[in-house]
Each structure stands twice: as structure tokens, then as C-alpha cells.
Nanobody
Framework: QVQLVESGGGLVQPGGSLRLSCAASGNLFRFNAMGWYRQAPAKQQRELVASIAFGGTPTYTGSVKGRFTISRDNAKNTVYLQMNSLKPEGTAVYYC?????????WGQGTPVTVSS
């Protein structure tokens, strides 16, 4: 059974940093690319923020390039998202999932609020 547990969110001022973690159980993590996604308030769609291949090659959406870093520890079945220079438009619930995402695997997410 696949379970994804996100953590590390919170309230941060513009320009601040947060590090998100996602612990995966089950077989989802093994050999799969993983992604961080976010759903902003009042938006129905989740958007991909960053993804990372099993071997470690990352990709980023344009709005976070140079500010966010995705990484993974395959021995710990954990994927991370280091977020620096956060902006108010980064306010959202952040989720991890495989990339592409498996519809049955969404966890609770971790909320991030960027506000002064």
C-alpha cells in the first residue's frame, strides 16, 4: 500500500525559506521519478513545481527556477524540496507524488503560507 506523508510547511515571510519533506512507503518511490506539486487557494488544479528522476536529474517549472531545489534520498524513500526566496504567490498546499502523478496516491499535503 502506497502512502505519502508530506511535512515541513508553515508560515514564512516573503524572502524566507522552507524545506519540505515527503516520506514514501510502498513501492511508489522505487525506480520512479517523483514530483512536488502545489494547489493554490481557490484553484482547482494542482500544478507541477519540480520533478526528479530516480537517478537524480531535476526539472523545475519556470517560476521557481533558481529558487527551489528538489532532491531525493533513495535509501530513505524520501524526497525534499528546498524553497528559498519565497514569494506570496507561493502560498499553496504542497504535495508529493510520482511523476507523472498517480491519482490514487495523493496525501494530505503540507500548507505553505508566504505572508508578512
Amino acid at each position: 500500500q502506497v502512502q505519502l506523508v508530506e511535512s515541513g510547511g508553515g508560515l514564512v515571510q516573503p524572502g524566507g525559506s522552507l524545506r519540505l519533506s515527503c516520506a514514501a512507503s510502498g513501492n511508489l518511490f522505487r525506480f520512479n521519478a517523483m514530483g512536488w506539486y502545489r494547489q493554490a487557494p481557490a484553484k482547482q488544479q494542482r500544478e507541477l513545481v519540480a520533478s526528479i528522476a530516480f537517478g537524480g536529474t531535476p526539472t523545475y517549472t519556470g517560476s521557481v527556477k533558481g529558487r527551489f531545489t528538489i532532491s531525493r534520498d533513495n535509501a530513505k524513500n524520501t524526497v525534499y524540496l528546498q524553497m528559498n526566496s519565497l514569494k506570496p504567490e507561493g502560498t499553496a498546499v504542497y504535495y508529493c507524488n510520482s511523476y507523472p502523478p498517480g491519482s490514487a496516491f495523493w496525501g494530505q499535503g503540507t500548507p505553505v503560507t508566504v505572508s508578512s
